[in-house]
């Protein structure tokens, strides 16, 4: 009995014949494809994750793209994209029944992120914790 390499790497079940599919089928390109899409979700679920420090909705839309792009290869992702994508949905549907507060949590959000950079780069603080630290 063989084991089915896909089943083995739990990855997500494509139609037979696609481009994916084909990729996939090919033992020279299937290693590279896989670690692009894990490489390229990877990327935008870390600017997602990045944006969890402004307030409002703005976390969801890039770890939602990560996920989907995940979820073309990883039978994982598929399932947390459809949670994820849930909660997305849940989140649209608050700000649009709240737009003035979510306005103003994101544009505050924002004002803030701006004032941080700004005292950072003023104040040269990244300079002053380098020669506080030693380094």
Not at 4 to 22: F, M
Not at 64 to 89: D, M, P, V, Y
């Amino acid at each position: 009995m063989t084991e089915d390499p896909d089943d083995a790497l739990d990855a997500a079940r494509v139609p037979k014949g696609g481009r994916r599919d084909r990729l996939r089928s090919n033992p020279a390109t299937r290693q590279p494809y896989r670690i692009a899409v894990f490489v390229v979700g990877l990327i935008c679920i870390a600017g997602g994750i990045g944006l969890a420090v402004l307030p409002g909705p703005l976390t969801i839309p890039p770890v939602l793209l990560g996920l989907w792009i995940w979820s073309w290869e990883f039978a994982f992702a598929q399932r947390l994209f459809e949670s994820f994508q849930t909660k997305a949905h849940e989140a649209w549907a608050h700000a649009k029944r709240h737009p003035v507060s979510s306005t103003i949590a994101t544009v505050g959000g924002l004002v803030l992120a701006a004032v941080v950079i700004w005292a950072i780069v003023h104040y040269e603080l990244v300079a002053k914790a380098k020669d506080a630290i030693g380094l």
